[in-house]
């Protein structure tokens, strides 16, 4: 009879290699799996960071101070980080005020697009608010 192979208290008869080989072989599965989920939030966090850059920042600034009286700061304001329907509207219809006007990106954007730039800009800097999908678009665009 084989002398028992013990790995943390648990006892395997014959030869351990053909176990250590399936679990070295399933752990990395199992990492990557992981790291592809993290992957794809980080891929529609820098989607929307791009979208942003190149379509937002020039007025509402990098940083999202936005220019005072011309153009509203993003971050900490109420209504960026508010009703997500109100800010969905806003992005897709433009909109004229006293302090000058924003344009609708209706035609410019798919809706997974403007997800992305109203998620980017919800949360980051100091804005803390949830996420908004592209069905949340979908259901506002008109």
Known sequence: M????????????????PLLITFFMLVPLVL????????GED????????????????????????LPVKFPALDKNVFV???????????????KGKLG???G?????KDQEVA???????????NKAGAVSPEMVKKRRK
């Open 2 to 17: 084989k002398k028992p192979f013990r790995v943390r208290g648990s006892v395997f008869r014959g030869k351990p290699l």
């Open 32 to 39: 990557l799996s992981s790291k592809d989920q993290a992957v």
């Open 43 to 66: 891929t529609s966090s820098r989607a929307g960071q791009r979208l942003y850059e190149s379509h937002c920042a020039d007025c509402h600034r990098f940083n999202g101070q936005g």
């Open 81 to 95: 980080t508010g009703d997500s329907v109100k800010l969905i509207d806003l992005v897709l219809n433009g909109r």
């Open 101 to 103: 006007q924003m344009p």
């Open 105 to 109: 990106w209706k035609e410019t954007f």
């Open 116 to 126: 992305f730039i109203l998620t980017y800009i919800r949360q980051t800097w100091s």
